[in-house]
């Protein structure tokens, strides 16, 4: 049997010609590989495999990050590093598998490279499930349901409205060097409730996120809260709006943030504002979170979720279509300790320009500085990163 291997960019080839698929001719090389020109080595198929589904519609879509980046310390004794990285390379497909055209079946596996430097990884690229949900439009008015390996509520939000460049920083809540309480996805059901003036995300999750293992003893009830006070929404470069938000999570006998062998409570809060116009973007955080662990290490630390902190970031934007972009952003985020031990900061400023091609390819260049109190055990060395990063969605 010929054993045709299509490669990602075939099976899209293949998907947007399949109008006139009748008319299509396909050649394959010695080593399976398909193309739709003939060429040297390149014979005909004369069978073409029909790319189907059970669904009526199927979508894909891409998106990646790809960069350089240079770290130097203040510390002599710690070396700098450089880099080429791939930080996320995202593929998508969402399969439209009901009458109602806004309810489908989305799938994203994301290309990451694994940090540990395990036996079976070794630091290698690997390829993980980020979402894998089922979407339910309108189950009650104005409301959607994900359903399985979902969005969590506030993510999503942030890094659309308010903070664009996830290529080179998380948000606050999630960043290693802030608060770092929460990741973008879990298991679990959200509600999504869109009006004018209005719309919340909220649910219940194992509360250990998409890439930790799961604790099955607790659950995690989160939510945002957001008014949009112009009755405008987001488009960042096209609409004026001004958003405030509430959000946060209660999340029981939670493992990720708790000292090692024990399980503890997490709870964090937080109050977000953004204003937007067309030119020009201000937003501001408060997050304050509490855990019930307590840990006598040398760090000091409480434990590893507990304390307070904010966020607030600027954005300025020129030319015909605002494709030409300078941004600013401060995050402070002071840990609890122990009765008796010394408090500490941490502190990452973020600046840079960005310049935007088109919709599919946006330019970034900016210079990040963690600069954290030095608290005996509590932080690393002030380091400065200068980053060049270039953003891909198709």
Same mark, same amino acid.
């Given at each position: 049997?010929?054993?045709?291997?299509?490669?990602?960019?075939?099976?899209?080839?293949?998907?947007?010609?399949?109008?006139?698929?009748?008319?299509?001719?396909?050649?394959?090389?010695?080593?399976?590989?398909?193309?739709?020109?003939?060429?040297?080595?390149?014979?005909?198929?004369?069978?073409?495999?029909?790319?189907?589904?059970?669904?009526?519609?199927?979508?894909?879509?891409?998106?990646?990050?790809?960069?350089?980046? &240079?770290?130097?310390?203040?510390? =002599? +004794?710690? $070396?700098?590093?450089?880099?080429?990285?791939? @930080?996320?390379? /995202? %593929?998508?497909?969402?399969?439209?598998?009901?009458?109602?055209?806004?309810?489908?079946?989305?799938?994203?596996?994301?290309?990451?490279?694994?940090?540990?430097?395990?036996?079976?990884?070794?630091?290698?690229?690997?390829?993980?499930?980020?979402?894998?949900?089922?979407?339910?439009?309108?189950?009650?008015?104005?409301?959607?349901?994900?359903?399985?390996?979902?969005?969590?509520?506030?993510?999503?939000?942030?890094?659309?409205?308010?903070?664009?460049?996830?290529?080179?920083?998380?948000?606050?809540?999630?960043?290693? &060097?802030?608060?770092?309480?929460? =990741? +973008?996805? $879990?298991?679990?059901?959200?509600?999504?409730? @869109?009006?004018? /003036? %209005?719309?919340?995300?909220?649910?219940?999750?194992?509360?250990?996120?998409?890439?930790?293992?799961?604790?099955?003893?607790?659950?995690?009830?989160?939510?945002?809260?957001?008014?949009?006070?112009?009755?405008?929404?987001?488009?960042?470069?096209?609409?004026?709006?001004?958003?405030?938000?509430?959000?946060?999570?209660?999340?029981?006998?939670?493992?990720?943030?708790?000292?090692?062998?024990?399980?503890?409570?997490?709870?964090?809060?937080?109050?977000?504002?953004?204003?937007?116009?067309?030119?020009?973007?201000?937003?501001?955080?408060?997050?304050?979170?509490?855990?019930?662990?307590?840990?006598?290490?040398?760090?000091?630390?409480?434990?590893?979720g507990s304390g307070d902190g904010y966020s607030f970031n600027v954005e300025g934007r020129v030319g015909e279509e605002h494709q030409y972009k300078a941004f600013a952003r401060v995050d402070k985020w002071t840990p609890d300790v122990n009765s008796g031990a010394t408090k500490y900061d941490k502190n990452t400023y973020i600046g840079g320009v960005a310049w935007k091609q088109n919709s599919n390819v946006?330019?970034?260049?900016?210079?990040?500085?963690?600069?954290?109190?030095?608290?005996?055990?509590?932080?690393?060395?002030?380091?400065?990163?200068?980053?060049?990063?270039?953003?891909?969605?198709?």
């Amino acid at each position: 049997m010929k054993k045709i291997v299509l490669s990602a960019l075939a099976a899209l080839t293949l998907g947007s010609v399949a109008a006139n698929a009748g008319a299509l001719k396909l050649y394959q090389d010695a080593n399976g590989q398909v193309f739709t020109q003939a060429g040297e080595g390149r014979t005909a198929i004369k069978t073409p495999t029909s790319v189907f589904s059970h669904a009526d519609k199927l979508k894909f879509d891409g998106q990646a990050f790809i960069g350089y980046k &240079n770290t130097q310390y203040d510390d =002599s +004794s710690k $070396d700098s590093t450089q880099d080429f990285e791939v @930080r996320r390379g /995202y %593929f998508q497909l969402k399969a439209y598998l009901l009458d109602d055209p806004k309810s489908y079946y989305r799938v994203t596996m994301d290309l990451t490279r694994e940090k540990s430097t395990t036996a079976n990884t070794n630091g290698s690229m690997i390829v993980r499930a980020k979402y894998a949900y089922l979407n339910l439009n309108e189950v009650l008015p104005a409301t959607s349901l994900e359903i399985g390996l979902a969005h969590r509520p506030w993510h999503d939000y942030e890094e659309h409205n308010s903070w664009m460049y996830r290529s080179i920083s998380e948000i606050l809540i999630e960043n290693g &060097n802030s608060a770092h309480i929460s =990741s +973008s996805a $879990d298991f679990g059901v959200m509600a999504k409730t @869109r009006t004018k /003036y %209005f719309d919340a995300d909220y649910g219940v999750f194992n509360g250990e996120g998409y890439h930790s293992a799961q604790n099955s003893n607790g659950m995690s009830l989160e939510w945002r809260f957001t008014g949009h006070l112009l009755g405008t929404h987001g488009h960042p470069e096209k609409t004026t709006y001004l958003d405030a938000s509430f959000f946060g999570q209660l999340n029981q006998k939670h493992s990720k943030n708790a000292v090692t062998g024990h399980e503890d409570d997490l709870h964090f809060y937080g109050f977000h504002a953004v204003y937007n116009m067309p030119a020009f973007l201000a937003s501001a955080q408060y997050v304050t979170s509490e855990d019930t662990s307590t840990n006598s290490s040398a760090t000091g630390a409480a434990s590893k979720g507990s304390g307070d902190g904010y966020s607030f970031n600027v954005e300025g934007r020129v030319g015909e279509e605002h494709q030409y972009k300078a941004f600013a952003r401060v995050d402070k985020w002071t840990p609890d300790v122990n009765s008796g031990a010394t408090k500490y900061d941490k502190n990452t400023y973020i600046g840079g320009v960005a310049w935007k091609q088109n919709s599919n390819v946006e330019w970034v260049a900016n210079v990040t500085i963690d600069d954290n109190d030095h608290a005996t055990g509590t932080a690393s060395p002030k380091s400065t990163s200068y980053m060049l990063t270039t953003q891909i969605d198709f």
